[in-house]
């Protein structure tokens, strides 16, 4: 099984609500990622775990909070956020540790994200 | 040709030619340069990626070119294929203790049949 699974595909919320969007994994990879990507621009990189610990942190802010409640599971919280916070977010993982250094993220194929 | 601007560069070639994507790279000390393939509508998928202490590392009909005099990278694709239409990324490796992808500016490969 070589898939990053994101849920939900598309997600409609106003400024006020509070939702979250999750992603799973299950190639024992122990790094997962959150990127947002506007439409015609790269992915930008907003938060990183490595073994369930948050060791990136790209100054996102606070509306956006990451959990990684397992190895296999990412979670980003979402709470007030503005009209310009919509996106496609994207999840990714990786091989950690020694040795494993490369390039190679395995991503999901995103959440579209509308705020109204 | 190429175009840049408000749009996304654009690379327009035909079936079966050989295609050059050109990217740069801002960070002397990334370890890893890496080339992701995106396609409408799904994530970025890893193509091929070169170690900062090489210069070239080939794939199936990919080459990846590495010159860090300029910082500079490219994307060679061999007999470019319909199915080679997309969004082409280039990425670097920050370095540090974990992993820490920066993505550099897209080129939208148009493959003309």
């Known amino acids: 099984d070589t898939e990053v699974t994101q849920t939900p595909k598309h997600l409609v919320m106003g400024m006020t609500n509070k939702k979250s969007l999750k992603c799973e994994q299950h190639m024992g990879h122990r790094a997962m990622y959150w990127y947002k990507q506007k439409a015609k621009k790269p992915p930008e990189l907003m938060f990183v775990y490595s073994y369930e610990k948050l060791s990136i942190n790209e100054s996102v802010p606070s509306r956006f909070s990451p959990e990684c409640p397992n190895s296999s599971l990412l979670n980003l919280h979402l709470h007030a956020l503005q009209p310009e916070d919509s996106a496609l977010y994207l999840c990714a993982s990786s091989q950690e540790g020694q040795g494993a250094r490369t390039g190679e993220l395995f991503f999901g194929e995103g959440s579209r994200l509308t705020v109204l | 040709g190429e175009s840049v601007g408000l749009h996304l560069p654009t690379l327009s070639v035909q079936e079966g030619d050989n295609s050059i994507i050109n990217c740069a790279y801002s960070?002397?000390?990334?370890?890893?340069f890496i080339w992701y393939k995106q396609e409408s509508g799904k994530g970025p998928q890893f193509i091929i990626d070169i170690r900062s202490n090489m210069d070239k590392r080939q794939g199936q009909r990919v080459t990846v070119l590495l010159n860090k005099t300029v910082k500079h990278l490219s994307l060679q694709i061999a007999a470019t294929q319909p199915g080679d239409s997309a969004v082409y990324f280039c990425?670097?490796?920050?370095?540090?203790?974990?992993?820490?992808?920066?993505f550099g500016t897209g080129t939208l490969l148009a493959v003309q049949p």
């Open positions: 990425a670097e490796n920050y370095g540090g203790a974990t992993n820490k992808l920066i």
């Open positions: 960070n002397s000390a990334s370890d890893y």
